[in-house]
C-alpha cells in the first residue's frame, strides 16, 4: 500500500533551535518525495523535492532534507528556525514517471516559542 | 502570470444543497488536479485532468461529485445534495512539468 506517515502531530520549538520532521512512506515505484508547507489560510507552497542524486536536497527558507532508502524517510531539518516557520508541514509521495496523483502524510503542526 | 485561483474562498451550503467549486489554473499548465483536505488531515486526491480529459477519478467519493474542465483550463468541482461529512477544504492545483503541482488557496466548504 501507498503511504505516508509523519509520526509528530504537534511539534514546539524555541526560535533559533534546530528542527528536525519526521517522515515515513510506502511506496511500489521508485518515489518522488515532496515537503510542502502550508499556513492557515494558504495554500501549499512547496519546500523541496526529491527524485534522484545527492541524498541531501536543499530547499526554500533555509530548509534540507535527507532521503534515507534503508529507512524509507525522507526527514525534514533547518538549523535554526525562526518565528515566521510556524506552519503545518505535510510530507508527501508521488510517481516520477507522469503526472499523477500525490500522497500526503497528515501533517506536523509546528509551534515556535519565543 | 498569477497563480492558482480558486473561487469561492468560503461557502456554506445547507444539506441537500449542490454546490460548484470553481479553479483557475496558471496559464498553459496541461495537468490540474483536485483534492480534499479534512479538518487535521493532509490533502487526499480526488480526481486529475490532462487537457480537458479527465484521466483519474478513483478519489472522487461517491456520485454526488462531478468534476469537468471541458476548455481544458478552468475547472469546476461541483457536489451535489451536500452532506455534512462534505465540508473540508477542497484544494486545486496544475503543473505543466510532471514533477510539481501549483497549489491554489482552497475553498472552505461548510455543510450545516
Known amino acids: 500500500a501507498q503511504s505516508v506517515t509523519q509520526p509528530d502531530i504537534h511539534i514546539t520549538v524555541s526560535e533559533g533551535a534546530s528542527l528536525e520532521l519526521r517522515c515515513n512512506y510506502s511506496y511500489g515505484a521508485t518515489p518522488y518525495l515532496f515537503w510542502y508547507v502550508q499556513s492557515p489560510g494558504q495554500g501549499l507552497q512547496l519546500l523541496l523535492k526529491y527524485f534522484s542524486g545527492d541524498t541531501l536536497v536543499q530547499g526554500i527558507k533555509g530548509f534540507e532534507a535527507e532521503f534515507k532508502r534503508s529507512q524509507s524517510s525522507f526527514n525534514l531539518r533547518k538549523p535554526s528556525v525562526h518565528w515566521s516557520d510556524a506552519a503545518e508541514y505535510f510530507c508527501a509521495v508521488g510517481p516520477y514517471s507522469s503526472a499523477s496523483k500525490i500522497i500526503f502524510g497528515s501533517g506536523t503542526r509546528l509551534s515556535i516559542r519565543p | 502570470g498569477a497563480g492558482v485561483s480558486q473561487s469561492p474562498r468560503y461557502k456554506v451550503a445547507k444539506r441537500g444543497q449542490d454546490v460548484a467549486l470553481r479553479c483557475d489554473p496558471i496559464s498553459g499548465h496541461v495537468s490540474l488536479f483536485w483534492y480534499q483536505q479534512a479538518l487535521g488531515q493532509g490533502p487526499e486526491f480526488l480526481t486529475y485532468?490532462?487537457?480537458?480529459?479527465?484521466?483519474?477519478k478513483s478519489g472522487l467519493p461517491s456520485d454526488r461529485f462531478f468534476a469537468e474542465r471541458p476548455e481544458g483550463s478552468v475547472s469546476t468541482l461541483k457536489i451535489q445534495r451536500t452532506q455534512q461529512e462534505d465540508s473540508a477544504v477542497y484544494l486545486c492545483?496544475?503543473?505543466?512539468?510532471?514533477?510539481?503541482?501549483?497549489f491554489g488557496p482552497g475553498t472552505r466548504l461548510t455543510v450545516t
Open positions: 492545483a496544475s503543473s505543466q512539468r510532471r514533477d510539481e503541482q501549483y
Open positions: 485532468f490532462q487537457n480537458e480529459a479527465q484521466l483519474d
